[in-house]
Nanobody
Framework: VQLVASGGGLVQAGGSLRLSCAAS????????MGWFRQAPGKEREFVAA????????YYEDSVKGRFTISRDNAKNTLYLQMNSLKPEDTAVYYC??????????????????????WGQGTQVTVSS
């Protein structure tokens, strides 16, 4: 699976952005997908994950109620709708895929090591 993330940019606090992640190959529709982010000088951290069928989602606590992860399997595309953005959301955002997911709770996929494929990242900058 090859992943290309897009949609990042500069936005004021309180604003919104929608990130997209286009995936190649027919494995997307059976892959667990996730979003992670990495701020300067910090480790990569989990943001959200979604099951292959979209019936299960999981969010990091600080983004619950503000971010929504979704997918369109017909378009091989993953999304992250980000509302009420805060300066602390500033980071490079990465999408990730695991096309041989385990039959396990979606929360397992809060670990970067649970994913086998990564996109190149897209910068999100939130000004105060």
């Amino acid at each position: 699976v090859q992943l290309v993330a897009s949609g990042g940019g500069l936005v004021q606090a309180g604003g919104s952005l929608r990130l997209s992640c286009a995936a190649s190959g027919r494995t997307f529709r059976r892959s667990v997908m996730g979003w992670f982010r990495q701020a300067p000088g910090k480790e990569r951290e989990f943001v959200a994950a979604i099951s292959w069928s979209a019936d299960s989602t999981y969010y990091e606590d600080s983004v619950k109620g503000r971010f929504t992860i979704s997918r369109d399997n017909a378009k091989n595309t993953l999304y992250l709708q980000m509302n009420s953005l805060k300066p602390e959301d500033t980071a490079v955002y990465y999408c990730a895929a695991e096309f041989r997911p385990l039959s396990i709770a979606i929360s397992y996929y809060s670990r970067p090591g649970a994913f086998g494929s990564w996109g190149q990242g897209t910068q999100v900058t939130v000004s105060s």
